[in-house]
């Protein structure tokens, strides 16, 4: 199983960042994929989630009305995209899947078991 994040860079406060995440993973259609963001010397923190058959979506209230989670079954992959960037956004974002992921635990980076690398966003003027 591999997650490929893309998509992160250097863009402006308002501006607009689309990051995607490719997965390697039979039967995707059935998990849990989750975005999650870290900065230095601060813990993971949850970003936006969307659970297998999409059934349930679940945002921050951070990005809540500026991020939207999408994903794409038939290519196994998840965008998240990002509108009205602030410097806050700035971190390293990481996507995550999980099989048995249930909808109250999907905010929570130990209910997912697969990850990927991580892709920088830096939102800056």
């Known amino acids: 199983v591999q997650l490929q994040a893309s998509g992160g860079g250097l863009v402006q406060p308002g501006d607009s960042l689309r990051l995607s995440c490719a997965a390697s993973i039979s039967g995707f259609r059935a998990y849990t994929v989750g975005w999650f963001r870290q900065t230095p010397g601060k813990e993971r923190e949850f970003v936006a989630a969307?659970?297998?058959?999409?059934?349930?979506?679940r945002y921050a209230d951070s990005v809540k009305g500026r991020f939207a989670i999408s994903r794409d079954n038939s290519k196994n992959t998840v965008t998240l995209q990002m509108n009205s960037l602030k410097p806050e956004d700035t971190a390293v974002y990481y996507c995550a899947a999980g099989r048995t992921v249930i909808v109250s635990s999907m905010t929570r980076d130990q209910a997912y078991t697969y990850w990927g690398q991580g892709t920088q966003v830096t939102v800056s003027s």
């Open positions: 969307m659970s297998g058959h999409s059934s349930a979506i």
